[in-house]
């Protein structure tokens, strides 16, 4: 080769590996991201994707198809996490976590057939049923959870639903008045109610209620035989009629597949007539004695692209790390959180299984600069309109691509 074609290739060759280094870090470049090219950037002519106007909503939507929630699910890891991290954002108040902690006010004995679930009477879990809690242990455990700076206090009971339960109703309402009186958030979970106990329960103050519809309604038969997905929908109806925040997830590792039903959960909530004001993504906790015992794990890479997706498909929910977060080492958990996640139980225990403590959970948030959500309105930051996603910012580099070169090289 002649030494005047050796020194054009390999000037070539370093211009080509300059304008290589500088794009591995423009943003604004077609979606094939991780796949180098030597050719100018094309011309910005591609039509606006459903992933770019979830980037970009001043407003939560509710008219999203299940395929539109499904191509956000596959954007490539990377770039679904970054761009539900600046949705979030916007939405929210940066690191602001919300912490709430959970109190078993009646332990198993249950009559349904969850196949996850330690308080199912129908398998042999070892776990001993309990009477209903007594208003004033409820409140005790309140101010405990209050002083290590929880602001929302959870009451779970193993009941299928609350027919015929008129004293456990009374004392229910005793203990979210109760609760609401130190300055606290109330919520409960106490299987199906109709519209008149939802009304019961909204006129004692409660902020929340807890209903999960665990899965999709495709695998939800799998799991649950003694009750359909739509006596779940119908309780959620009666809750949000009576004006109480809806506290509605899912339960990820019970076999199904995520591209179809974490994209199926997520739909069914997002269409409904409003939003959940909370979505908990729980990691199944495997019972020794339940059908579920021995399922595969979630991978940690879906439970990540679920809260990612959720947060584009329902930006101003709320997004809980519920169970299971005391397996995920704090990495995995702060990966949560940057990818949308914004609230946690914390304390001694989850119903019947272990919470990560309070200490815990406080040195976390001090490493990571993370702080509690405060009650109520203040948690939530204004929206501006039509914001501009960050990674737009770069597009006047596309222009400047030979100079910047040039800078680069030498
Ligand atoms: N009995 C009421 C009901 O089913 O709505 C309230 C209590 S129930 C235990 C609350 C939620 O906890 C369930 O809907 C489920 O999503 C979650 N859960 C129960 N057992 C779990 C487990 N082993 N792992 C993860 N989540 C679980
Ligand atoms: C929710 O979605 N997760 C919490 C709360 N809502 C009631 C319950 C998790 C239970 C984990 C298994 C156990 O402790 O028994
Ligand atoms: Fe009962 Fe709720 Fe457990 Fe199902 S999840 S068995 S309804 S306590």
Redesign the pocket.
Known sequence: MEASLVRTTSRLASQQLSRRRLYSTVQDLPRTVGSFTDAAPPAPTRSRSVFDDAVVAASPRYDWTREQISQIHQTPLMELTYAAGNVHRRFHKPGAVQLCTLMNIKTGG?T?D?S????SSRYKTGLQATKLSTVESVMEAAKVAKANGSNRFCM?????DMRGRSRGMKNIVDMVKGVRSLGMEACV???MVDREQAKMLKDAGLTAY???L?TSREHYPNIITTRSYDERLQTIENVREAGIHVCSG??LGLGETPQTDHVGLIHTLATLPAHPESFPV????P?KGTPMFGEEPVKFEDLVRCIATARLVMPATIIRL???RVTMPESEQMMCFMAGANAIFTGEKM?T?DCNGWDEDKDMFRRWGLEPMQTDASRFVEVEQEPVFESRSFAHLKDEVPSKATEVAT
Not at 116 to 119: E, G, I, N
Not at 156 to 160: D, I, L, S
């Open positions: 249950c349904e969850c996850y679930c330690a308080q779970g009971a193993a009941w299928r979970t106490l299987g807890n209903h999960n665990d899912g339960i729980n990691k199944l906790v019972i519920a169970a299971g119903l299984t």
